[in-house]
Nanobody, 127 residues
Framework: QVQLVESGGGSVQPGGSLTLSCTVS????????IAWFRQAPGKEREGLSC???????HIFYTNSVKGRFTISRDENAVHLQMTDLRPEDTAIYYC?????????????????????WGRGTQVVVSS
């Protein structure tokens, strides 16, 4: 059974940093692409970043987080290091996978059609 669990959310002041982690069980993590999404109240789910399987190493960032967020993976989890956080980054953050090796796009943005999602972790950026 595939399970994704996000951790690392919390409350920070503007300009602060957080690192989120996505732990995946039930599959060999190295084989699959993992993507991060977020959803703010009243807004659609937004694709933020994706890292392809270990063999590929391809990485994608959406424009709103490019230069501020860094995705990485190790044998146990996929991490999203977030710096220079802004109030508009406040949202629930999710990781997801469709158990494919590569990042999948809908147009120029990450596809939200994923088979497996975590339950999310809350990030609040406020002074």
């Amino acid at each position: 059974q595939v399970q994704l669990v996000e951790s690392g959310g919390g409350s920070v002041q503007p300009g602060g940093s957080l690192t989120l982690s996505c732990t995946v069980s039930g599959v060999t993590l190295d084989w699959y692409a993992i993507a991060w999404f977020r959803q703010a109240p009243g807004k659609e789910r937004e694709g933020l970043s994706c890292i392809a399987n270990t063999n590929s190493g391809h990485i994608f960032y959406t424009n709103s987080v490019k230069g501020r967020f860094t995705i990485s993976r190790d044998e146990n989890a996929v991490h999203l290091q977030m710096t220079d956080l802004r109030p508009e980054d406040t949202a629930i953050y999710y990781c997801a996978t469709d158990l494919g090796p590569y990042c999948v796009f809908s147009g120029q943005e990450l596809s939200t059609s994923k088979s497996f999602w975590g339950r999310g972790t809350q990030v609040v950026v406020s002074s």
